[in-house]
């Protein structure tokens, strides 16, 4: 089975401008989870989607919002880029009965210059 | 609030050491559990959670809800184990995890 993949892995923006990460989950996995990666604030949750609908949402400004599309891709965007954005930005999916296990995807590191 | 303490950032061992990974949480409700590792130039993925009990190469950890902790353990640490460790908490039924900071686990030969 392949495993969550994320695109682009690698984005640089200028502060101001807007970006679409973009998620696709492990086929049979209908929920995606976003995570924020610092050095100083460490692994941070976003958002979960699950059938399209947002479950569980972290705290972020509205800067921050995603979607999940029948499929169960998912893309997050984030308006408005400030330095503080650049970060690694993890995507997870896991199965509706999976028990919170959640497989992660290789991540889109993102500079804000 | 929910909240996971790892005190320690980093942590260095002598291969066939024993070896532990302290986590802490802060939950009012029933908790679960897992221990997330990272190897270098590798994706995150789960080695366990509380409610498999079960033992991943090696390492087992066991929920202590009157000492509200998770701590990881392995009786004899190899080299193979040196990465990043995550303890993270999700409300049950609830995908969102919680981390920690995570520990940074170097095993000397």
Redesign the interface.
């Known amino acids: 089975k392949a495993?969550v993949t994320q695109t682009p892995r690698y984005l640089i923006k200028t502060r101001g401008q807007q970006v679409t990460l973009s998620c696709s989950p492990i086929s049979g996995h209908r929920?995606v989870?976003w995570?924020q990666q610092t050095p100083g604030q460490?692994?941070?949750?976003l958002f979960?989607y699950?059938s399209e609908t947002q479950?569980?949402k972290?705290n972020f400004p509205g800067r921050f919002s995603g979607r999940q599309f029948s499929n169960s891709r998912s893309e997050m965007n984030v308006s408005t880029l400030e330095l503080g954005d650049s970060a690694l930005y993890?995507c997870?999916s896991?199965r509706p009965e999976g028990?919170?296990?959640?497989?992660?995807?290789?991540g889109t590191r993102l500079t804000v210059l | 609030a929910q909240r996971v303490t790892q005190p320690e950032k980093l942590l260095s061992v002598f291969k066939g050491a024993p070896v532990e990974l302290k986590c802490n949480y802060s939950y009012s409700g029933s908790p679960e559990l897992f221990w997330y590792v990272q190897y270098s130039r590798q994706r995150l993925q789960l080695l366990l959670r509380h409610i498999s009990r079960e033992s991943i190469k090696g390492f087992t950890a066991d929920l202590n809800k009157g000492e509200t902790s998770f701590h990881l353990k392995k009786p004899f640490a190899q080299e193979e184990d040196s990465a990043m460790y995550y303890c993270a908490l999700a409300q049950g039924g609830s995908e969102k995890l919680v981390f920690g900071k995570g520990t940074k686990l170097t095993v000397n030969p």
Request: glycine share 20%; proline share 4%.
């Open positions: 495993g929920s989870s995570y460490g692994l941070q949750f979960e699950f479950r569980n972290g993890l997870a896991s028990g919170n296990e959640q497989f992660f995807g290789p």
